[in-house]
C-alpha cells in the first residue's frame, strides 16, 4: 500500500521561495508506468495541477507556473520535492503530492495522494 | 480557471440516485481523454473513485459509476448514503493547455 506524505514549512514570506518534500513508502518508488505528482488547492477552491516527475528525473509543468516551478528527486530517499519561486499571496493553498498512473494514451489519473499541506504566503 | 464545467451543487434523499455531469470541450474530453472522478470528504484529501471514465477501483462501493459521451461526462451516484457528501472533481488532460485540468468541483448535499 503506497503512501505520501508531504513536510514543509507551513509560513512563507512573499517573494521568498516554497518548498516542499514528499515521502513515498510502503512500494517502490523507482518503478516505471507513474509519475510523481503536486498539486495545490487554493482555500475553497478547485484543484490545479502543477507538474510531475518520472523517477529518471524527466519532469513536466503547468504552462502557467512553469516559469516559477521545481520538481526534483532524491530516489535514494524516495522522495520528491517541490520548489515554487517568487511566491504572492495567491499561492497561498494546500499543495498534495500524488501518484500519477501513466496511460499510453495520455489520460493518467492521481492516485493515492498525501493528506496535504497548508502552505500560507504572508509576511 | 477551470475549463471542465460542473453544477456548483446536487442534493438528494436517502436511497435516491443523483448525477454529476462534467462538461469539457474538443481540446479534452471531445479530444479521446479519459475522464476521471474524485471524492474529497470535508477536511481530507481528494481520493479517486472512478478512472479510465467507467472503471471502479478496488474497495469503491458499485453504487458509484461513471460514463462518458462526446465532450461530456457523468457520474452517477445510487442509493444516496449520508457518508457521500462530499465534494467530487473530475480530471481530465487538455492538449491545448498541455496539462491535467480538473472540473470545477460539486457539492453533494444529502438531505
Known amino acids: 500500500q503506497v503512501q505520501l506524505q508531504e513536510s514543509g514549512p507551513g509560513l512563507v514570506k512573499p517573494s521568498q521561495t516554497l518548498s516542499l518534500t514528499c515521502t513515498v513508502s510502503?512500494?517502490?518508488?523507482?518503478?516505471?508506468?507513474?509519475?510523481w505528482s503536486w498539486i495545490r488547492q487554493h482555500p475553497g477552491k478547485g484543484l490545479e495541477w502543477i507538474g510531475y516527475?518520472?523517477?529518471?528525473?524527466?519532469?513536466y509543468y503547468n504552462p502557467s507556473l512553469k516559469s516559477r516551478v521545481t520538481i526534483s528527486v532524491d530516489t535514494s530517499k524516495n522522495q520528491f520535492s517541490l520548489k515554487l519561486s517568487s511566491v504572492t499571496a495567491a499561492d497561498t493553498a494546500v499543495y498534495y503530492c500524488?501518484?500519477?498512473?501513466?496511460?499510453?494514451?495520455?489520460?493518467?489519473?492521481?492516485?493515492?495522494w498525501g493528506q496535504g499541506t497548508l502552505v500560507t504566503v504572508s509576511s | 480557471q477551470s475549463v471542465l464545467t460542473q453544477p456548483p451543487s446536487v442534493s438528494g434523499a436517502p436511497g435516491q440516485r443523483v448525477t454529476i455531469s462534467c462538461t469539457g470541450s474538443?481540446?479534452?474530453?471531445?479530444?479521446?481523454?479519459?475522464v476521471h472522478w474524485y471524492q474529497q470528504l470535508p477536511g481530507t484529501a481528494p481520493k479517486l473513485l472512478i478512472y479510465?471514465?467507467?472503471n471502479r477501483p478496488s474497495g469503491v462501493p458499485d453504487r458509484f459509476s461513471g460514463s462518458k459521451s462526446g465532450t461530456s461526462a457523468s457520474l452517477a451516484i445510487s442509493g444516496l448514503q449520508a457518508e457521500d457528501e462530499a465534494d467530487y472533481y473530475c480530471?481530465?488532460?487538455?492538449?491545448?493547455?498541455?496539462?491535467?485540468?480538473f472540473g470545477t468541483g460539486t457539492k453533494v448535499t444529502v438531505l
Open positions: 500524488a501518484r500519477g498512473t501513466a496511460t499510453v494514451t495520455g489520460s493518467d489519473w492521481f492516485d493515492p
Open positions: 516527475i518520472y523517477y529518471s528525473g524527466n519532469t
Open positions: 479510465g471514465n467507467s
Open positions: 474538443s481540446s479534452n474530453i471531445g479530444a479521446g481523454y479519459d
Open positions: 480530471q481530465s488532460y487538455d492538449s491545448s493547455l498541455s496539462g491535467y485540468v
Open positions: 510502503g512500494g517502490s518508488f523507482s518503478s516505471g508506468g507513474y509519475y
